[in-house]
């Protein structure tokens, strides 16, 4: 389990994330609009470091005394699955239900994956790659995810059409004002002239280049 301060560095790696209404974010840990949420989740890391935690969050000690997070543990019967529940409910209920794409969500969601190639009779190397994939997460916090919905009722409001966000195609969408062409129009399909990076540590495969 790496540090906080670890995450948080490996976000400084170059990306670029455009805050709408203002521009390029030069660095997400500590721009207004994305330094909170960095925050969030660093915390979610260094909880598992924290004695006072770890009862809640380590899975008891195997054969070698090593203890796994519950986050990443792959469950083997009713006791696994009531302690990765009270993980889950421990670290969820600090922010609501608000912060929920920590690496146990991308655990969570890889071991749907490999359920569902095991299910379907897939190739071995299907069902390896689902393997691999699930243990990648947990061996370095790292997963792909996506997010997207509608925007928030400020942006719909604004008395300007032309500043205004709607939904198009599923994705979000900003009308652009006849200034700024199209590099900054976002929707499947659509050609842009810029790369779109999300705010998690997903540097491998999430990216969206129109």
């Not at 260094?46 to 008891?60: C, F, G, K, T």
């Not at 069902?127 to 994939?133: I, Q």
């Not at 996506?146 to 709607?166: E, L, T």
Request: hydrophobic content about 40%.
């Amino acid at each position: 389990m790496r540090t906080g301060a670890e995450y948080r560095e490996a976000l400084r790696d170059g990306r670029r994330v455009w805050v709408m209404g203002e521009g390029w974010a030069g660095d997400v840990t500590a721009h207004p609009a994305t330094r909170a949420m960095v925050e969030e989740y660093a915390a979610w890391y260094d909880r598992h470091l924290d004695p006072a935690w770890q009862e809640a969050l380590l899975a008891p000690a195997d054969a070698d005394g090593k203890r796994v997070p519950w986050a990443y543990v792959v469950p083997k019967g009713v006791t696994d699955l009531i302690g990765m529940g009270r993980s889950f409910a421990k670290t969820i209920f600090l922010s609501a239900g608000n912060i929920t794409h920590t690496p146990a969500y991308g655990n969570l969601i890889a071991l749907g994956v490999l359920t569902a190639v095991q299910s379907r009779n897939a190739s071995r190397q299907q069902v390896a790659e689902a393997v691999a994939y699930r243990e990648m997460i947990a061996r370095t916090g790292r997963f792909l995810t996506y997010c997207g919905g509608a925007p928030i009722i400020g942006q719909r409001m604004r008395p300007d059409p032309r500043d205004r966000v709607g939904i198009e195609a599923g994705m979000l969408k900003r009308q652009p004002k006849e200034s700024e062409g199209l590099g900054r129009v976002f929707g499947f399909g659509k050609k842009t002239d810029f790369e779109i990076i999300a705010v998690g540590d997903n540097r491998e495969l999430n990216r969206a280049i129109g």
